[in-house]
């Protein structure tokens, strides 16, 4: 089976083709600050050919949902250590997934303050969860051009964190509405600076920060994980096909460990021209890693990589069921089933406590 085989990425060596896909779960302290429980729920998944941890964010400004963890402060950077640590004793690699929310957030768990955006735009249509129940989106602050170098620079920061935090690499989220996609899509951006308008001043944020992540963590260590045909959130595009035909092509000139694509996912029936496959519209042009993801099982899984279309398969919710997931599919077991009660918050329950098929 291809998807057991093992792929070296750079100095990593991966031993399977089996990704644990980024996954939010919000059991983070309010500080931001990860406990022994995440750490046991990442050494449980540690057989993957590599985790990708839930997004993190990169700055205060970055959060948007309660719960989630940071590494810009000391004793997060500390709190990561012990995750990479205990990946690392069981033998697995760790990417730490980057994250600032933008517009995907609320002033009610910002102290008040509003979101803030490449433009004024409010998301519609959509409700945020919020720690006091959902709410409509606001209309975020559109952010000043010192602003967005200033964000590119708590990327770098946050780069520079998770090396110290012992991580193997770092992924740019740059997918599903978050700040990088809404500077990407000419729905969300309207900026007349250098980081708007054409396909080539829209990707700029995502390209400046990508190269500040490659002069970090050095070369085949960072990742960027993008969602070309995920109208969600927002992200309405008058051409996907063509800036991220751009986007990737650019991409491929940089030393990156890999990309992550995303399959559409959502009906995208209103959107004809948007791409139905993301790896034949896109996969030709990077001629590195490719990570594919989105609805796949074993079987899907490992047709894409006979296929030679991608290298990688990314798991999302099959690993938060089966945190034995490459062992499942090598024996042909059966999986358990994901409890979507139990995704976002919580403890143990529906986090730690998925079982191990009989040693
Ligand atoms: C509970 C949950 C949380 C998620 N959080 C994130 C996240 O933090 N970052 C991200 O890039 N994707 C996130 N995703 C999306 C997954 O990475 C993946 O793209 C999606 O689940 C599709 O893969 P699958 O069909 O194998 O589950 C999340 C998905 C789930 C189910």
């Known amino acids: 089976m291809k998807l057991l085989e093992k792929l070296k990425i750079g100095d990593l060596e991966l031993k399977n083709r089996l990704v644990m896909a980024p996954m939010t779960r919000s059991r983070a302290n309010a500080q931001g600050e990860v406990n022994n429980l995440i750490v046991k729920y990442y050494v ?27 590494l810009y402060t000391r004793e997060q950077i500390t709190s990561w250590k012990k995750v990479t640590d205990a990946v690392h ?13 933008g517009r995907v957030g609320h002033s009610i768990d910002k102290k008040g303050v509003l979101p803030v955006s490449a433009s004024a735009i409010a998301i519609e249509g959509q409700t945020h969860f919020t720690s006091q129940g959902p709410k409509e989106y606001e209309t975020p602050r559109e952010l000043t051009t010192e602003e967005v170098k200033q964000i590119i620079q708590d990327y770098k920061q946050a780069a520079i964190n998770a090396k110290e935090a012992g991580f193997d690499g770092v992924e740019l989220h740059s997918a599903f509405g978050y700040l ?31 190269n500040a992540l490659v002069e970090v963590f050095g070369k085949d260590k960072a990742g960027i994980k993008l969602s070309p045909s995920i109208p969600y959130n927002g992200m309405i595009d008058s051409d996907p096909t063509a800036l991220f035909s751009y986007l990737i092509s650019e991409l491929n000139k940089l030393p990156l460990a890999y990309i992550q694509l995303m399959q559409p996912m959502f009906p995208i029936d209103a959107f004809p021209t948007w791409p139905k496959d993301v790896l034949t519209t896109f996969g030709h042009l990077f001629d590195k890693t490719i990570i594919v993801n989105g609805g796949y099982d074993q079987q899907k899984g490992e047709q894409e990589l006979e296929n030679n279309r991608a290298h990688l398969v990314s798991y999302g919710s099959a690993f938060i069921a089966n945190p034995d997931l490459p062992k499942r599919f090598e ?4 999986l358990n089933t994901p409890d979507r009660n139990t995704m976002y918050g919580g403890g143990e329950k529906g986090f730690t406590d998925y079982p191990f098929l009989e040693q």
């Open 44 to 70: 449980q998944r540690a057989s993957a050919g590599l985790i990708i941890t839930e997004a993190v964010n990169i700055s205060e400004q970055a959060i948007g949902s309660p719960l989630t963890p940071g």
């Open 89 to 101: 004793e069981a033998n697995g690699l760790i990417f730490a997934q980057l994250w600032h929310t």
């Open 180 to 210: 990088p996609n809404q500077f990407l899509v000419d729905g969300a951006n309207k900026r007349n600076d250098e980081f708007g308008g054409s396909i080539e001043n829209r990707s700029r944020f995502v390209l400046e920060i990508m």
């Open 331 to 334: 024996l042909n077991a059966e």
